[in-house]
C-alpha cells in the first residue's frame, strides 16, 4: 500500500505546471488531494479523468491574504484534518533592478512569500490540535544561490527557506514535518508567466527550458522527499548546472559570484 494512501493533502497552485503534476501524483499513489488555484475551469479540466470522490476543487485567489485564514477555516472545517500541506503557487520574474519597477517587488513578495506564510498560519493551528502534519514548500534554486536578473524573485525564495528553516525548529516538538522543495529547470509553462521589469508577464519573449526535467518526474521526487521526510531537496537533471552552482556556492562562495557574474542562468 502506498504510503499516500487515503492521505488528505492539499496543493496550492494545482492548475498547471508542477503543482498540476503533483497533485496527479499523489491521485495516483491514493490521496484524497484538495486542488487549489484561481482557475477553476483549468482545475476541472486538468482532473476530469481522475474520480469525483478523490480530489475537491476550492477557487482561491492567494494574493487576497486577508482571506486566507477564513478560507482555510471553511476548507478544513468541510474536509476534516488536513495530513499534508504542499505550498506550490507562485510567480517568477526576470529582469535588472535598476530597470525593475518597485511594484514587482510588491506583487513577487505577496504572492510568493506572504501568501504562503499566510497559509501555512492558517493551516498550522489545524496541525497542530491533530498533533502530526506535514508542510511542503516548492520554492527554488533560487532560493539558495543566486544570479542575474533575480534581484525580485531571489528575494522571496530566500525568505522562504529563512521563514520554513526557522519554523522547522519550534514545530518539530508538534510532530510536523517540513520540506523545502527547489526545482531547477524543470519543464512547465512558468517562464511564460513570469513578470518582466514593469510587471507584465513574459508570453512568448520567455527562451523556455526544453532541456529541462519533466514535471510528471519532478513531481515523483517531490513525493518521495515528503514520504522520507527530507529536509530539503534539489530537483534537476544532473545535467543541470543548478546541482554544480548549490555545490559551489557552498563550498566555494568566491567562485560561484566569479562565475555567476560571467554566465547567464
Not at 500500500?1 to 491521485?27: D, N, Q, R
Not at 514587482?104 to 506564510?117: A, C, I, K, Q, R
Not at 526557522?166 to 518539530?172: H, V
Amino acid at each position: 500500500m502506498s504510503y499516500f494512501e487515503g492521505k488528505k493533502v492539499i496543493v496550492t497552485g494545482a492548475s498547471s505546471g508542477i503543482g498540476e503534476a503533483t497533485a496527479k501524483e499523489f491521485l495516483s499513489q491514493g490521496a484524497k488531494v484538495l486542488l487549489v488555484a484561481r482557475n477553476e475551469h483549468k482545475m476541472r479540466d486538468s482532473f476530469k479523468d481522475f474520480s469525483d470522490e478523490s480530489y475537491a476543487i476550492y477557487p482561491f485567489d492567494l494574493s487576497k491574504l486577508e482571506d486566507i485564514e477564513s478560507f482555510v477555516d471553511e476548507l478544513v472545517k468541510k474536509e476534516g484534518p488536513i495530513d499534508i500541506l504542499f505550498n506550490n503557487a507562485g510567480i517568477g520574474s526576470q529582469s535588472y533592478f535598476e530597470d525593475t519597477d518597485l511594484n514587482v517587488f510588491h506583487e513577487l513578495m505577496n504572492l510568493d512569500y506572504f501568501s504562503v506564510v499566510h497559509f501555512t498560519k492558517a493551516m498550522l493551528k489545524h496541525m497542530i490540535k491533530e498533533g502530526h502534519g506535514h508542510i511542503a514548500t516548492n520554492t527554488s534554486v533560487a532560493g539558495l544561490i543566486t544570479s542575474r536578473g533575480r534581484t525580485a524573485y531571489s528575494s522571496a525564495k530566500f525568505a522562504l527557506h529563512g521563514f520554513f528553516d526557522s519554523l522547522r525548529l519550534e514545530i518539530d516538538k508538534h510532530n510536523i514535518a517540513v520540506t523545502l522543495i527547489a526545482p531547477g529547470k524543470v519543464v512547465t509553462n512558468f517562464g511564460d508567466n513570469k513578470l518582466d521589469a514593469q510587471g507584465k508577464p513574459y508570453g512568448d519573449k520567455n527562451i523556455g527550458t526544453p532541456y529541462g526535467l519533466s514535471s510528471k518526474k519532478a513531481a515523483k521526487i517531490i513525493l518521495s522527499a515528503i514520504k522520507h521526510k527530507k529536509r530539503q531537496i534539489v530537483i534537476s537533471k544532473w545535467s543541470d548546472v543548478a546541482w554544480l552552482g548549490v555545490f559551489i556556492n557552498k563550498f566555494f562562495p568566491s567562485l560561484y559570484f566569479f562565475l555567476a557574474k560571467r554566465i547567464n542562468a
